[in-house]
């Protein structure tokens, strides 16, 4: 197999698998205490709106509780495609991360159509070359939006006042990562012999013969790859780690008297030790919560009468 | 401008609050000189204390004295932060830890939703990551594999010492948890989470926390019954005599059922409103007999007072104090529990504790709001609106409505009894801290009341003169209306520092002395317009 095909595909071997331990990881985590958030978008629309609970309705524990998750879909839709929080929140950086993410994501869909070239049989030129032609345009708009989303980001970052003193090198050296990618991508798109996605195409297809391509060509594909490797040991991983910051976190307002998996997980996190070394959490060493729980520190009898 | 490393560096103080930077208020309290002089800290407390992050003293703790004592400080501070991030020590809350430590993006989108950040002159020091930055740069260099050498290479080399862990701690008291930076954050990270989990390290490991939350807060409560130190017969003998107030002022013959079998409504007051406010249990009483509602008090341990420190700094005490404040409920077989007017008992009983309790504690229980608001809708009470006819105004507690949603009935309420009702702008559950959140109402000891006043609540009293801007003059009487026995005790401090009372003609209270006000079969006002 070509070395470029093999990088790729060890690259993104890494990065399923080193993503998929972060979500294993945050799905292992015992069940934990309610720290819920409002807004939620559950219940009625019109309460919604102004970001009420169902802790507002008369008896709420005899009424039906809405798991629904359309506005929870609804919510992170916007906040995915229009990063609805940097808007209303930081108009300054918005523009730029917008034109970042959308460049990733666009990256992602002229990706997706060069590999469904390379699935093409060889007699279907029209196919080939109309989805060719559809990945160069996607992936020409995704390198320059994330071209100059990451270069925007990146100036952002080092002058604005609101940010400057808490850009990292780790957050720098991601941005011109990132700008490197694009940028080395919108070069080899132009190559004139052959285009960085006829490339992928072909490297998808294991049918690329090594030096055949551009030098950018290649150190696209290397920066990519790197890129995956890197990729889930970052804080990037917030891309779907919202998932559990939002929908696991701040909305997971399900009572426990409607969820009796989670009062027995509760139930069993009790039975945990506790190590502590506070005088106050313990009576006796090698307490369990639910002991800690019942007792009342090292305060000896209650002068409640 | 300071930086996050700074904190491990020696220096008289960090940064220093200036009257002159930081957000003016309207007339007439925009002079600094009209201010009353500031609270020096006793030259005791200056030898034994770090006062360095910023002059003020919230917590205190004594500086180690040799250098053995400051490793082994450092030492249980580390072993702290390994409890933090074990499943063990830590399940309640590792998921929201872990989370928010590693899934930040640095991008200070959440930075301009902190009023304490903005109202301060946005003073580093009070930007809601640097504390949150901090204590990650801690954690990935001492708690995490490789740490220190990808310290180094990223950056973000933090020396934990004495100085570090002491500046630590009290900037961890520098936040009213109010979570509006949460709200902001498009990533869901959670700085005020990130900030009880610093205090519940000090608390847990090290055994450090605010006196006032700890030894005469929840310790308190678990061993007398009541964090305002009322034993059950002390607290029955005031109620009663609260009775008697009642008949004096109203005609009303009341006298509270303690301990009844089989009420529908156990009803759990904050118990600081007994001894501070006690027009509103008394306003409550009025209201329950009124509605010809079946209900009690209880006198068992912790069943007299629904407040729960432990929710802001310790899990042992906060699940300690949940579970009996039920367990005095279960004894009674009553329906329900309904909590009086107090925000954090609202969500640490609703909420943080909903899942702790096992299946036969799980008494339901409801807020006041809510309860109160069907008593008045339903048309049980007689009730005039022009009896309140003078501009009022609400406050939200955060911990009842930002992290509860409880937004719509109390307004509900103040529409139909408070024709010259006013918002506040934001509001609901954009509103903002009343900068006594998370314990800050109740904590005084050294100089931190000046900081209190100064910084936490000054958002909050800009936004009240501007939702009575249309009505200035002290003559013209107005009233904030604050659910919450908390939000109550910054105010009381903060009017009386900043002369709000005289100036303005501002008054706070609860919501239930605006029900009985505006009930007609009082002959006389409820309200009395006398600040206190």
Not at chain 1, 223 to 251: D, E, I, N
Not at chain 2, 65 to 77: D, M, P, S, V, Y
Not at chain 2, 102 to 128: F, K, L, M, W
Not at chain 2, 510 to 520: C, D, F, Q, R
Request: aromatic share 10%; with cysteine; charged share 20%.
């Amino acid at each position: 197999m070509p070395p470029l095909t093999l990088a790729l595909i060890a690259a993104i071997s890494v990065f399923l698998l080193g993503n998929l331990c972060r979500v294993v990881k945050a799905m292992l985590m015992p069940v934990h205490l309610r720290w819920d958030l409002y807004p939620i978008p559950k219940g009625p629309r019109d309460r919604q709106r102004y970001g009420g609970s169902y802790f507002e309705e008369t008896e709420w524990w005899t009424k039906p509780i809405d798991t629904g998750l359309g506005g929870e879909v609804a919510f992170m839709l916007k906040e995915v495609f229009l990063l609805r929080g940097v808007f209303e929140n930081f108009r300054a950086l918005w523009v730029w991360s917008l034109l970042l993410h959308w460049g990733l994501y666009v990256y992602m869909v002229s990706a997706a159509t060069a590999v469904a070239v390379s699935a093409l049989g060889a007699h279907l030129v029209f196919e080939r070359t109309l989805l060719l032609n559809a990945a160069f345009a996607e992936c020409v708009d995704a390198c320059t939006l994330g071209g100059i989303g990451s270069l925007g980001l990146l100036a952002t970052r080092i002058f604005n006042s609101r940010l400057k003193g808490f850009t990292t090198r780790a957050t720098v050296f991601n941005l011109s990562l990132l700008a490197a990618i694009f940028g080395t991508g919108l070069i080899a798109l132009f190559h004139p012999n052959r285009g960085m996605l006829i490339a992928l195409a072909e490297i998808v297809a294991g049918r690329h013969a090594t030096g055949a391509y551009s030098s950018a060509t290649v150190c696209h594909f290397a920066l990519v790859a790197f890129f995956l490797v890197y990729f889930p040991f970052t804080h990037m991983t917030h891309m779907y780690m919202k998932y559990f910051t939002w929908h696991g976190v701040r909305w997971d307002d399900l009572p426990a008297r409607f969820d009796e998996g989670g009062r027995r997980a509760i139930a069993k996190n009790l039975a945990r030790r506790v190590f502590w070394r506070a005088p106050h959490i313990h009576e006796a060493a090698d307490q369990s919560w639910a002991a800690v729980v019942s007792s009342s520190g090292q305060l000896g009898k209650t002068e409640h009468d | 401008m300071i930086k996050i490393e700074d904190i491990a560096r020696p220096a008289d103080r960090l940064t220093e609050i200036v009257p002159e930077r930081m957000v003016p208020l309207p007339p007439p309290y925009d002079g600094v000189d009209a201010l009353p002089p500031r609270k020096r800290l006793t030259d005791r407390a200056r030898a034994n204390c770090d006062c360095s992050l910023d002059g003020f003293l919230a917590v205190g703790m004594t500086r180690p004295k040799t250098e053995e004592e400051e490793q082994q400080l450092i030492k249980r501070f580390i072993a702290g932060l390994d409890r933090l991030l074990s499943p063990d020590d830590n399940w309640a809350f590792l998921q929201q830890l872990t989370l928010s430590l590693d899934h930040c993006a640095r991008c200070q989108t959440c930075v301009e939703a902190c009023p304490i950040y903005t109202a301060s002159g946005r003073n580093e020091v009070y930007r809601p990551t640097f504390r949150s930055e901090l204590f990650r740069r801690i954690v990935n260099k001492y708690a995490k594999r490789g740490g220190k050498l990808l310290a180094k290479l990223k950056g973000e080399d933090i020396e934990v010492n004495a100085t570090t862990i002491l500046r630590l701690l009290e900037s961890a008291y520098r936040c009213t948890l109010c979570r509006r930076c949460a709200q902001a954050c498009p990533m869901g990270v959670d700085n005020a989470l990130l900030t009880r989990e610093i205090r519940k390290l000090f608390s847990m490991e090290l055994s450090i926390a605010p006196k006032e939350l700890h030894e005469n807060g929840s310790v308190m409560q678990l061993r007398v019954g009541s964090s305002t130190g009322l034993k059950p017969r002390v607290v029955k003998d005031t109620i009663e005599f609260l009775d008697d107030e009642i008949r004096e002022q109203t005609g009303l013959n009341i006298h509270t059922p303690w301990d009844k079998p089989g009420a529908d409504v156990l009803l759990i007051h904050n118990a600081g409103e007994i001894n501070a406010w006690p027009e509103n249990p008394m306003a409550f009483a009025i209201i329950l007999e009124a509605a010809g509602i079946s209900w009690t008090m209880s006198s068992d341990l912790a069943g007299y007072d629904s407040v729960n420190y432990g929710l802001w700094y310790d899990d042992a005490q906060f699940a300690r104090v949940a579970v009996r404040q039920v367990q005095a409920a279960k004894k009674l077989g009553v329906k329900k529990i309904v909590l009086g007017e107090c925000g954090h008992a609202h969500k640490a009983s609703m909420v943080t504790a909903d899942r702790l309790l096992p299946k036969d504690l799980d008494i339901p229980r409801e807020s006041s709001m809510t309860f109160l608001r069907d008593i008045v809708l339903s048309g049980r009470l007689k009730l005039d609106p022009a009896r309140n006819a003078f501009p009022v105004t609400l406050h939200d507690p955060c911990n009842m409505v930002r992290m509860m949603g409880i937004v719509k009935p109390q307004r509900d309420i103040l529409k139909a009894i408070c024709p010259q009702f006013r918002e506040m702008a934001p509001h609901g559950v954009e509103n903002y801290c009343c900068g006594g959140g998370s314990g800050f109402a109740v904590m005084s000891a050294f100089n931190f009341e000046d900081w209190r006043f100064l910084v936490a609540g000054r958002t909050k009293l800009k936004q009240i003169l501007e939702a009575f801007e249309d009505c200035p003059d002290p003559e013209t009487k107005k009233y904030v209306c604050a659910p919450c026995s908390n939000c109550k005790g910054q105010f009381r401090d903060l009017f009386n520092y900043y002369g709000v009372w005289k100036k303005s003609g501002i008054l706070y209270g609860g919501l239930v002395e605006l029900i009985v006000n505006a009930m007609t079969d009082l002959q006389k006002p409820y309200i009395k317009w006398e600040f206190h």
